[in-house]
């Protein structure tokens, strides 16, 4: 069965203190991993799709980058309106849905 | 490109009602998912379209829960003889194909009372 985890259930960070978090997959034949960030009470806005090992991209203050059992999103000299719940998705070969992990809840402290 | 759009944002019932929500995807986009979200955790899939066509249900999709994509258009999602176990976020996300990224709509909020 597909697994998503994500570690740390939550961080809290100063401002500008960068920090990486991690996305662990077990899917048979990655086809993608996407990471989403998701405000509360809204639904989860898409920002990166990564598709095989060594690919890496960047947005802004955010870097996601694959191997073939992790995922991380980096985040350098975090602000403030950064501070959100980022979501991690990976999809398998054949008919298998998306599969999410569970979020890191990211706090920004200014 | 308007964006995936849901309605109601809200909806609070009473348990043994029956409610609808609707989804207007991407127009370009064919593919259309529905997906449950609770308190700290991740959005958990229950079935998609492609174009008019249900591809797939999730064995979380008991058979209370019934879903529409008339036209290869919007979608409804129905939730018969709604249980307290149903409060949840209801997402609907729209891809313009297998493999790709999927864009969520802002879900609607169902309330079991």
């Known amino acids: 069965e597909d697994q998503v985890t994500q570690s740390p259930e939550a961080l809290r960070l100063q401002e500008g203190e960068s920090s990486s978090l991690n996305c662990s997959y077990t899917v048979s034949g990655l086809r993608g991993l996407f990471w989403y960030r998701q405000d509360p009470g809204k639904g989860p806005e898409f920002l990166f799709t990564?598709?095989?090992a060594g690919e890496e991209k960047e947005k802004e203050r955010l870097k996601a980058t694959l191997t073939k059992k992790e995922s991380f999103l980096h985040i350098t000299a975090p602000k403030p309106e950064d501070s959100a719940t980022y979501l991690c998705?990976?999809?398998?070969?054949?008919?298998?849905?998306?599969?999410f992990g569970k979020g890191t809840r990211l706090s920004v402290i200014a | 490109d308007t964006g995936v759009s849901q309605d109601p944002r809200h909806k609070i019932t009473k348990r043994g009602q029956n409610v609808t929500f609707r989804c207007d995807p991407i127009?370009?986009?064919?593919?259309l998912y529905w997906y449950r979200q609770t308190l700290g955790q991740g959005p958990e899939f229950l079935t998609y379209f492609q174009n008019e066509a249900q591809l797939e249900k999730s064995r979380l999709l008991s058979d209370r829960f019934s879903a529409e994509r008339p036209k290869g258009s919007f979608s409804t999602l129905e939730i018969q003889r709604t249980e307290q176990g149903d409060s949840a976020m209801y997402l609907c996300?729209?891809?313009?194909?297998?493999?790709?990224?999927?864009?969520f709509g802002p879900g609607t909020r169902l309330t079991v009372t």
């Open positions: 990564l598709y095989s």
């Open positions: 996300a729209s891809s313009p194909g297998d493999f790709y990224e999927q864009y």
């Open positions: 127009s370009e986009h064919n593919r």
């Open positions: 998705a990976a999809r398998g070969s054949g008919n298998t849905p998306l599969v």
